[in-house]
Every structure is written in C-alpha cells, then in structure tokens.
C-alpha cells in the first residue's frame, strides 16, 4: 500500500505493520471462532453423512476467557494522600466509562493475548480526552524492549469489503497520522514525547512481548476431541435407542419382497416354520433381541476431555457442565481450594494490566492538562482491583473485625466500604449519608453552645 503524504520512513512502518498484522490475523480470527463457537471441527471418517450437516459445537473457550475475565474486574484508582477529582481524573473516567470499558479490552486481551488502550484529544461532542479500545485483529506496534513502550503503533479504522484495510491511523511519539480510504493524510500533533497506546498483554513472557491467548492450541485440540466425541455418541444413539433383533431359522419364504414390509407395519406377524427343522443341524424359526450396546463408553470419553480442558484452562470440571452430579456441597475452604489454579491466574493477569491502566490515566492527564511533565502525586498512582477469590459478605466482615481489632483507625476510613465488598453504588450512598449524619451533628453542637454559654 503507498500513500501519498507518508515519509520514505512511514511508508515502510506501515507496509511491515500492515504485514505484521495480515500474519496474525488467520490465528487471530481462529480463536475468534472458537470464542464465538463458530469453529466446526472435521468430522471423523466413521460418522454418517447425515450427522456431518449437525455442525456441534463446544462453548469450552469462551467458558475458560469468561471464567478468569469475571475475576479480573478494575473497580477504580486511588492516589495515595490525594484524590482523583483533584487531578480531572474522576471526569476522565466516568466520561469513557473507563471501568465498564476495560472489562471488554481485558477479555479482548485474554483472548488474542493483548488488546490495546489508545489515549487521544477528543473532538466535537466528545470528551476532552478520549480512551478507546483497540483489538488484535485491528492493531499492532513496535515494542522497544529497552525503553518498555511502543515505538510505532497502527489502527486500522475502516476495511474494504474484501477485509483488507482501507483506513487507518499511525501514531508516533509526539504526533498521528490520520489516513482515510480516499488516501489522504491528516496529521494531528500531540505534544507527547510517546505513543500514546498502552497494550494490555496476558501471559507476557521472553520472546512474546504481546502475550499469549488463553485459547491456547491444547484447549482447541482438546474441544475439537470433545466435539467428534459428541458426534460418535450423536451417531449410535439412533441404534441405542431401536431395540436389536435377530431371526434364526426361518425358510426362503421369508425373505421374498413383501414379507418383511408386511412384518413391519403388522402388530402381529407369523414367520413360516421351517420343514427341515426336526434335523438335529436346524432349529424351528426362532425371533430373539440383542443387547444394545451402551452409551457410557462415550460419556466416559467426554469426561476425559472436560477434566483435560479444565486442567489446561485451571478451572473446575463442574463449570464445564461435566460431572455435575457428582459434585457434592462444599464449604469456603474447599470452595477456595478448588479454585486456586484460577484465583492465582488472575492475580498474574491484573499484575500484568496494572501498568498498562495507570499508564494510560497518566497520557489522558498529560494531553488534558497540556503539561510536559507529570505530578509527583501521579506517579503514585495505582489501580484497585476487585479479590478475585468471591468470598462471601459474612467472611469478609469477619476479616474486617480481626484486622480492626490490631489497626483500630482502619474503621474510620472510606476504604473499609471497599474492604468490605460492597457495590460501588451503595459504598458511595454510605458515605454520603454518613457526611450527612456528621453535619448534622456539628449543626446541632453548634447551637447548642450559646445556651451552654448562658447557663
């Protein structure tokens, strides 16, 4: 692709960017399939064609990206001895709806292994700053390892019919170049010394410095497996459920054309006897059914998948629908127990978006304010994030009372509201009443001092 309007430089990013995307994009889009349970395994050779056309599918994947994503959930920030509102960052975030917004980029990044947050100035009828989201299948940078940020970073905004990209935007440390599908480019400064587009990677190591999807290879191997396995159990299930005869010692006058369609629409049919049978070699005609052959074999296998799934994605067996009857009530310990594998999973996965929030908080600051530089007060800024373990009310308020019973002026704080896992909402109309009640006390202690003067 040449644009005309791109330096010698940017057109080369952008042809190797644009490459670098197209290389990804088949896996990318795979796992999209697999995520949207639109990906039909090949049958195997021994189902019957008629079952072929049934297309079964799994919703495994999307089960092992929704089952870490609903406890990695980002509630906030917090400026330690400051607050938000002092800095705009509370106007910025509820104006981009940050915190409903970074569900949908974390479950992005959980399932291609990295999504993308793009701070940019807003324009008419938009937010000051505006914090947008960005997906695998459409974005993709440089990452300077030394400098731990991104060099380069391409959005494509708008594909063609065919798919292939007909728009998009490159973003560059201190501006963006802003190219639409007629070719032209629009170039807009930024005032920032970096790109402003943080990735949120999942499972970043050496190597892979964008991540890992959670629909790794074996999950889709060991779905396509659960899939053909409930397709050969499709498949018999006709003949287990049709009771099996078999007709010894009838003569030839049985098998003539009309015989057995007569048998079959007949309540009561007779079978001609056999003349020869008073020979010891031949039996009289006799009807007899056989045993089916059973079902369990392939419930086995599917069992066997569901436990190798759920140990490759840490989570329970019973979430997969498998064994459900087997399960029996558990108290909060075995409860937590059971779930440990995926509890540590998403505290690594909010560890490894922590820098990628606060990052991003910190441009939106810069490009609002204008500034070059940043507070020293924001540098300490840092994200909350809700305890992935899901304890109950009762057994966080229990916590609560014992570290009270050490720190006591834990319980005058506003935090013990968040501490005791309370909604946002009902947190918020607590402490207001409380406000309320506090005001409402000193009003009352100040009219009472003038009758205490007098007396």
């Not at 999807?213 to 003949?239: C, H, N, Q, Y």
């Not at 009762?394 to 002026?409: E, G, I, M």
């Not at 207001?432 to 506090?438: D, F, I, M, R, V």
Request: aromatic share 6%; glycine share 6%.
């Amino acid at each position: 692709m040449s644009i005309l309007g791109l330096t010698n430089d940017e057109q080369a990013t952008v042809s190797r960017l644009l490459k670098q995307l197209s290389d990804r994009r088949v896996r990318n889009e795979l796992r999209r399939a697999y995520m949207d349970c639109k990906k039909v395994p090949v049958p195997p050779p021994t189902v019957p064609p008629y079952l072929r056309q049934i297309q079964m599918v799994l919703g495994w994947p999307a089960k092992a990206v929704e089952a870490l994503a609903r406890r990695v959930r980002l509630t906030g920030f917090a400026i330690p001895g400051s607050e938000l509102s002092t800095f705009g960052l509370d106007e910025v975030l509820d104006e981009n709806d940050y915190v409903s917004e970074s569900r949908m980029a974390q479950m992005s990044a959980m399932e291609h292994g990295v999504s993308w947050l793009v701070a940019t100035r807003g324009g008419a009828g938009e937010p000051d700053v505006l914090v947008t989201r960005q997906s695998a299948l459409d974005g993709t940078g440089d990452w300077n390892i030394r400098a731990r940020r991104l060099t380069t970073f391409l959005s494509v905004t708008a594909r063609d019919s065919n798919g292939a990209p007909a728009a998009f935007n490159l973003y560059a440390p201190g501006s963006v170049a802003m190219v639409d599908k007629g070719g032209l480019v629009d170039r807009v400064a930024t005032g920032l010394d970096h790109v402003p587009v943080e990735p949120l990677v999942y499972r970043q190591r050496d190597g892979r410095p964008f991540g890992s999807s959670r629909i790794s290879r074996p999950l889709m191997k060991i779905t396509d497996s659960a899939v053909r396995t409930m397709l050969r159990s499709e498949g018999t299930a006709d003949f287990y459920g049709v009771p099996l005869l078999a007709l010894f010692g009838p003569d030839e006058s049985f098998f003539d054309n009309n015989s057995p369609l007569k048998m079959l629409l007949s309540s009561m049919f007779a079978i001609p006897d056999n003349p020869d049978a008073n020979s010891d070699a031949n039996e009289r005609a006799k009807l007899q059914q056989l045993t089916q052959a059973s079902q369990q074999p392939h419930v086995d296998q599917l069992q066997f998948w569901a436990q190798l799934f759920a140990g490759e994605a840490h989570i329970p067996v019973t979430s997969l629908g498998i064994g459900m009857l087997q399960a029996n009530p558990t108290n909060a310990d075995a409860y937590t127990a059971s779930r440990e594998d995926l509890i540590s999973e998403a505290e690594d996965a909010a560890d490894g978006f922590t820098r990628a929030h606060v990052r991003t908080l910190q441009t939106s600051w810069l490009l609002r304010s204008g500034e070059a530089k940043l507070p020293a007060e924001l540098r300490t800024l840092q994200p909350t994030w809700r305890d992935p373990r899901h304890e109950s009310k009762a057994a966080q308020a229990d916590w609560l009372t014992k570290v009270a019973s050490v720190v006591p002026w834990i319980a005058d704080t506003d935090t013990v509201l968040d501490l005791l896992g309370l909604p946002e909402g009902t947190a918020d109309q607590l402490r207001g009443e409380h406000k309320q009640a506090l005001a409402r006390q000193t009003m009352q202690a100040l009219m009472a001092q003038p009758d205490a003067a007098q007396t």
